[in-house]
Nanobody
Framework: QVQLVESGGGLVQAGGSLRLSCLAS????????MGWYRQAPGKPREWIAT???????VYLMSVKGRFTISRDNAKNTLYLQINNLSPDDTAVYYC?????????WGQGTQVTVSS
């Protein structure tokens, strides 16, 4: 069974940094379009960034420059580096994997930023 397991979230002060991880099983992150989303309380899920199998990346304009999506194919893991965190970044962060008609989601990891 395909699993995407996020980790690395937590409570951090404004201005700090976090690196979120998404460990995949059964599927290969290198062969899928991988992405990160977030959902703040009372708001819809929001797309943040995507990395394609050819390593091209696309970002939500409002996070470009602070967020970096990457992957380690040997570890079959997707990452999201977040710098200069602000309280507005407080949300549950999810990774996803897409290929053809298949779409998988992780269970999410909570990021809370205190001011």
């Amino acid at each position: 069974q395909v699993q995407l397991v996020e980790s690395g979230g937590g409570l951090v002060q404004a201005g700090g940094s976090l690196r979120l991880s998404c460990l995949a099983s059964v599927i290969n992150v290198s062969a899928h379009i991988m992405g990160w989303y977030r959902q703040a309380p009372g708001k819809p899920r929001e797309w943040i960034a995507t990395i394609r199998s050819d390593d091209t990346t696309v970002y939500l304009m409002s996070v470009k420059g602070r967020f970096t999506i990457s992957r380690d194919n040997a570890k079959n893991t997707l990452y999201l580096q977040i710098n200069n965190l602000s309280p507005d970044d407080t949300a549950v962060y999810y990774c996803d994997a897409r290929r053809d008609t298949h779409h998988y989601w992780g269970q999410g990891t909570q990021v809370t930023v205190s001011s």
